[in-house]
């Protein structure tokens, strides 16, 4: 079975070579799926025939939104936090422990529940890949469950047991190391593709350099790859740590050093981005201009989760990343897809040259500047396609 998308009036492919400037856009453009994969890719007039066909009406295409940070296993409320920061309250990450009681409250039918109810948004608002790490459970039993959950919705799962210190653990940080590059490790490994830490010595729930250390390289001892919460409330050591140990991205990045952002210019680590958590923490936003001028690769993503950025939309995102953190549309838009694709290592979507998955988001626009300039609109969706 093979779908020709037609009516195509702007189509991103992400590829310089398939059409103009670095978006690659193509105008008047048709895309043949087959087998889940993007079969041919070019102007209107001279597409193939297919099985079926899907009529776009004129409207933008994009590749599908790599949202590469988000926390969807979880239970419980944070309105009230949200709104006691509203009134000047600063974040510091003592929060995450009310949905860690909630979390390890819930049974696997709520969270569940919870977490398709979240992607099933995402989807709506044309994210194709997410990412879901685990985080609130922080028992050997409750981390696991988490990503045994994450897997159910995605293969890009995040092993995050050094999130913060739990309750029972306080004053005992070594300790919690221990368990989680040890047991917790052990038990969460299979159903983990990354490793990721919250590293941040400003606040005092979570880990400073050489806990972020051991975890990170226990990760990789493990076989998983390294992501890091890093930078988000102070120029902390994260970013070069990350940088040091070749995650593959580190992500919040709001407070930068010099010396972050030359590391983040000469490696291989994307510099993620997560702008819904300055809109929810009223922190300053993260100087995407700097970083892109100085040759860092920048992804945006949603950090969907309860505390910090409880949204789910990627469009949102490029809307902030464009208004308040310097970017273009077209960095913006880059940064949603190609670079989140970067941030996962992953070849097969971000973009749609041949063979990439056929993941598509329209707009219901009649280009990719819209996602910015009609902020707030319910633009964009998945399509989903007979293949
Ligand atoms: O990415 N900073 C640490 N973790 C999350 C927030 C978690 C929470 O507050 O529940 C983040 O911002
Ligand atoms: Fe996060």
Not at 75 to 88: L, Q, V
Not at 253 to 272: N, Q
Request: hydrophobic share 45%; net charge negative.
């Amino acid at each position: 079975m093979s779908t020709l998308v037609t009516g195509i009036g702007e189509l991103v492919s992400n590829d310089p070579l398939l059409g103009a400037g670095p978006l690659g856009v193509v105008h008047d453009a048709a895309l043949v799926a087959a087998d889940g994969l993007v079969a041919w890719v070019g102007p209107a007039t001279a597409a193939p025939a297919a099985d079926d066909r899907v009529d776009v009406g004129g409207r933008a295409v994009v590749p599908g939104f790599v949202d590469s940070h988000a926390h969807l296993v979880f239970a419980g409320d944070r309105s009230a936090e949200f709104a006691a920061r509203m009134t000047g309250v600063r974040y510091d990450g003592g929060g995450i422990a009310s949905t860690v009681h909630a979390t390890r409250a819930a049974s696997d039918s709520e969270l569940r529940t919870r977490l398709a109810g979240l992607v099933a948004e995402m989807r709506a608002q044309g994210t194709t890949t997410v990412e879901v790490k685990s985080g609130y459970g922080l028992t050997v039993d409750d981390e696991a469950r988490s990503l045994r959950l994450a897997r159910e919705v995605t293969a890009e799962t995040t092993y995050l047991g050094a999130h913060v210190v739990p309750p029972e653990y306080a004053g005992r940080r070594d300790d919690y190391v221990a368990l989680v590059t040890g047991p917790m490790l052990d038990a969460c490994a299979p159903y983990a593709r990354w490793i990721d830490v919250f590293c941040e010595p400003a606040s005092p729930h979570s880990f400073d350099a050489d806990s972020a250390r051991a975890v990170l390289e226990a990760g990789r001892r493990a076989g998983l790859g390294l992501r890091v919460h890093a930078n988000q409330l102070s120029a902390g050591p994260g970013v070069v740590l990350g940088c040091e140990l070749g995650a593959t991205s580190v992500d919040h990045c709001t407070y930068l050093s010099g010396t972050d952002v030359d590391a983040l210019a000469g490696g291989g680590t994307v510099a993620t981005l997560l702008p819904g958590v300055e809109f929810s923490t009223r922190h300053p936003y993260p100087d995407a201009r700097r970083l892109i001028d100085a040759g860092a690769t920048v992804a945006l993503a949603s950090d969907c989760n309860p505390g910090t950025s409880f949204t789910t939309s990627m469009p949102f995102c490029v809307a902030l990343a464009v208004r308040e953190m310097g970017m273009t549309p077209v960095e913006a838009v880059t940064a949603a897809t190609a670079g989140g694709a970067q941030a996962l290592r992953r070849d097969d979507v971000g973009h749609l040259r041949v063979g990439a998955r056929a993941d598509l988001a329209v707009l219901d626009a009649p280009s990719y500047v819209h996602l910015a300039y009609r902020p707030g609109v319910p633009l964009a969706r998945t399509l989903p396609l007979r293949t």
